[in-house]
């Protein structure tokens, strides 16, 4: 089914001025909005309506005056350039709100206070002033408060009357307070995209000077003819561009809902920031516990590990003390009358002191009774002798390894003639020598001797000489001095004294350190068997 056209309401006024084409074809109520469709049926009934055989009688004079006003209306409104020309000459208050007008809606400071007051989370914030300081806004900066119901009062008006002469058809309302934030954009959008139709061709400054298209001879006469007819135009279409652009920016300046979007966006702006901060803070605060934690973690470790060898540095000192001081007890005990009335000989005495475990020792001292302790003494020297003897045949069994490391290394015998090459090759390429020991081996012969092999017998036969100076020069001075062979076989000459007692002596001196110098030789002369004060004395002085 075809769509039914929407009827036309035509009012016929006999009394309307003869220069109103709208009127006169009875469509004043519609004006410029009209399309060319309504005022080709506007114009059938007001034909019918006014033709002098059909008017009302009273009217029939005007009926035939005006019958041929409607033609030359129709006429002109039916073509759409002399339509937009004849609309444009319609009387027209260009106006836009002045400052009076928007003086008058504008709100009192009392009220403006509470408007950009923000979420009392977001004030209480400590950075809440450097970021407000952040949120750039030009629009935020320039806003006026104004009464929100009269700045919709006075701005929708001019909005309406300017929008007559927009190229978009239907455009948009102002709304109010309840518009969507979406349609208040989409309006201030449009309106600074407002592009006019309208026509200045009539105004007498330039009216002299305008073209008729219409009576161009080609198409390129009439396109320099409309060219020229907007070269005359611009400064009052740049004046109407101007006028409606500062309407539109004194409205949006002032818009109630733009403020409030305003303060939401900043609003959201700054509850991001915050959220930003509180994220990092936690974030923060996690690094810090975990760092607490394993900070208390290896403190504990530390703690524990120093205790530990607090510990073993406790007990390594304790053993030391008692293998210095329980040995020198034992000999404090044995030095004692009734042992040295008893069995008991120096040498036995060290054998336990060097050889017996502090265990063993200890349980000596510990017996009740001397008959107990000299017992025991008796049954921890025979363990004694026997950890002497295993220590004889394991330093035996070394020394045996370590000779036949020596032989391994030096390879086998050396002769005289191999010696003699080597000694004389070892002067000839002293310390420092590039390559001094395979020129040694090429000396010696390489397929008799390796590197190592010469460097084991330089060794050998270096330590060899050492130990023979030594011997050498041993031997010269006991025969510069015949008098101390003589004093040897003195038994009370300080020269007199067993190994055993030698450490006994050193074991005492270290016990008694901190004693009295009264106390201290006597003390002495109690832990080394065999001796007295006098000759301990000269013993520390030889």
């Known amino acids: 089914k075809k769509k039914k056209k929407k009827e036309i309401e035509v009012i016929v006024d006999w009394d309307c001025d003869l220069d109103d084409y709208y009127a006169l074809l009875g469509i004043k109520q519609y004006e410029m909005n009209i399309n060319q469709d309504g005022i080709k049926r506007a114009y059938r009934k007001v034909s019918l309506l006014m033709h002098p055989d059909k008017a009302p009688v009273e009217h029939r004079k005007q009926a035939e005056a005006r019958y041929k006003l409607i033609q030359k209306a129709f006429d002109t409104l039916s073509d759409p350039y002399e339509k937009q020309k004849y609309d444009s000459q319609i009387e027209f208050d260009d106006s836009i709100p002045d400052v009076i007008q928007m003086a008058n809606i504008a709100l009192p400071n009392k009220d403006i206070q509470d408007l950009d007051k923000m979420a009392s989370e977001l004030e209480n914030d400590s950075d809440y002033e450097e970021n407000c300081k952040l949120f750039q806004s030009s629009a935020m900066e320039n806003r006026l408060h104004v009464k929100e119901d009269e700045f919709y009062k006075l701005f929708e008006t001019y909005f309406k009357k300017w929008s007559r002469y927009s190229n978009k058809k239907g455009l948009s309302t102002m709304g109010n307070a309840k518009s969507s934030d979406e349609f208040v954009k989409r309006f201030y959008e449009s309106w600074r995209k407002f592009k006019s139709w309208r026509l200045f061709l009539h105004e007498e400054e330039i009216k002299d000077n305008v073209m008729d298209p219409n ?111 329980i040995p020198s007890k034992l000999r404090s005990l044995c030095n004692d009358e009734y042992f040295r009335n008893s069995h008991i000989k120096p040498k036995n005495i060290d054998t336990i002191c060097f050889n017996a475990s502090i265990e063993d020792i200890k349980t000596i001292l510990n017996q009740e009774t001397k008959e107990l302790q000299l017992k025991k003494f008796d049954d921890i020297l025979v363990i004694a002798k026997k950890v002497k003897k295993e220590k004889k045949k394991a330093e035996k069994e070394r020394k045996r390894k370590e000779e036949l490391e020596k032989q391994e290394k030096l390879g086998k015998p050396w002769n005289d003639d191999e010696l003699n090459i080597l000694i004389n090759a070892v002067g000839r390429f002293p310390g420092g020598t590039m390559n001094r020991w395979e020129k040694i081996q090429k000396a010696v012969g390489k397929d008799t001797r390796t590197v190592d092999e010469i460097i084991a017998k330089v060794k050998d036969l270096q330590k060899s000489n050492r130990k023979a100076n030594k011997k050498k020069n041993k031997n010269k001075s006991n025969s510069n001095s015949p008098q101390k062979n003589n004093d040897n076989d003195d038994p009370n000459h300080p020269s007199n004294w067993s190994k055993e007692q030698q450490s006994a002596l050193e074991n005492a001196l270290r016990a008694v350190r901190t004693l009295p110098a009264q106390e201290k030789w006597d003390k002495v002369a109690e832990m080394v068997v065999g001796k007295t004060k006098k000759q301990c004395v000269e013993r520390f002085k030889w």
């Open 215 to 325: 009576t161009a001879e080609n198409n390129k006469e009439k396109k320099w003819m409309i060219k020229e007819n907007q070269m005359l135009q611009a400064p009052f279409k740049k004046e109407e561009s101007m006028a409606i652009e500062q309407m539109v920016e004194s409205a949006y300046i002032r818009d109630p809902r733009i403020t409030r979007m305003l303060i939401k966006e900043k609003e959201e702006f700054l509850r991001d920031l915050l959220t930003k901060k509180k994220r990092k803070l936690k974030k923060q605060r996690q690094q810090e516990e975990k760092e607490r934690l394993y900070k208390e973690k290896q403190d504990k470790i530390r703690r524990e590990k120093e205790a530990e060898e607090k510990k073993k540095r406790d007990i390594m000192a304790k053993m030391r003390a008692e293998k210095t001081e």
